[in-house]
């Protein structure tokens, strides 16, 4: 096959795997837009609301560890094909709930058929693309998280209209989903660290865990990834309901108003951002984290002056946060891309399995249900203040703006963490290609 054969396959598996990826936050963002209705239904907390994306967080961080380093070892179109199978007849499943158990063990059936993509995809687009093309080709591949979301806060309020039930959506969303799968076990797979400029071993890593483990700069990512997930989990799933309580929005206007916050801004921030990425990695070695570290402050301050100036205007308040999310969204090209320059072809799925159960157990995990606790606190510490007897929708409204203060500060300590990955990545790069060199001389001599 020719280069330019090659480089047009390249980019047709990568326009396959951002459609898988658009229905894996689609499905996923389902349960945060209708949330409200259930939460009436059931007479639910926000504490038992956080635990439905809790619950599903977890399983995806504890399943993709065994995935992911499947994914290093066996078939990846194999992995994603019967993970977006599983994934998308379990949603239609998760529209015949009966109650918030079922319905809490059903999105952990979810976790577990989700948790078989990300990994493989990395490590497929590592194989697929070159380092000075990485953050471009990612950055397509991450526009299926705003597009995702984008659909499913544009239409799901629409579909809960349309057909009078929150439980329409999920029968909907199977459907592309199941058909996809079949594409994706056609994929033709490259071989592993195809697209390096050094010839890559064949032979199979011993240790790989501990290998990973060893890299300064892959700490500070994980650390920086865990925070950034607690700030965006927990806006995905309470800002439509906080939308609906706080600013008296209708449903589909919140989720709406929700769309263009986190899925409208990464159309632009993940296209651009990529680009922009790139040419400042060809200047500077450590430049994408610096530029990563950046945007986690613009987005800090928008987010939080959005919370801090209360009952402004919906205009405004949607503009601030879109800002922010804005330069949120270059935390993925930069982050991402960056993982790939420390690690070397052979572990990047184990790597990036080990990169998310960090993030979901202890940041997207987190960050719901911690919004969850901190917003029934809150709203308990309204009513006393008010001297009132019973709870109202006016408290749980103050409860959870208030709560969700909680993604700036995360912001920011994604920030700080992207500071400490700048000062390691330089020799950990380094190392990786040194090591890429060794590795392929001892396969040559033992060939010989």
Known sequence: MSQTQQAANAWRILFLLFLANLFNFFDRTIPAIIIEPIRM???????????????????????????????????????????????????????????????????????????SYAPAANSLIGDLFPAHKRARAMGIFMLGLPLGLLLAFFSIGAMVAAF???????????????????????????????????????TPVSQPLRKVLRIPTFWWLVLAGLAFNFATYACNSFMVPMLQRYFLMPLQEAAVATGVIVGLTGLVGLTLGGWIADRIHQKYRNGRLLFAAFSMLVATLCTGYGLYAGRIEIGLFVALFSLGWLFAYNFYTCVYTAIQ??????????????????????????????????????????????????????????????????????LLLTMLALLQACRCFVGDARRMREGLVESAAADAAVVK
């Open 341 to 410: 320059d420390v690690i070397e072809p052979r572990l990047r799925a184990t790597a990036m399995a080990l990169y998310f159960a960090g993030l979901y157990l202890l940041g997207g995990g987190l960050g719901p249900i911690a919004v969850g606790l901190l917003s029934d606190h809150f709203s308990s510490a309204a009513m006393l203040a008010a001297g009132a007897d019973e709870m109202s929708e006016t408290f749980k409204a103050v409860g959870l703006h208030d709560a969700l203060y909680l993604v700036p500060v995360a």
């Open 164 to 202: 009078d039930s929150w439980r329409a959506p999920f029968f909907i969303a199977a459907v592309p989903g199941l058909i996809l799968a079949v594409f994706v076990f056609f994929i033709k797979e490259p071989r592993r660290g195809a697209a390096e400029d050094i010839q890559v071993a064949a």
């Open 41 to 115: 239904e059931w007479r639910l907390s926000d504490f038992q609301l956080g635990m439905i994306g809790t619950a599903f967080t977890l399983v995806y961080a504890i399943a993709g560890l065994p995935l992911g380093r499947m994914a290093d070892t066996g078939s990846r179109r194999k992995i994603m094909g019967w993970g977006l199978a599983a994934w998308s007849a379990l949603t239609a499943v998760n529209g015949l709930a009966w109650n918030y158990w079922s319905f809490l063990l059903i999105r952990m059936g979810i976790g577990i058929g989700e948790a």
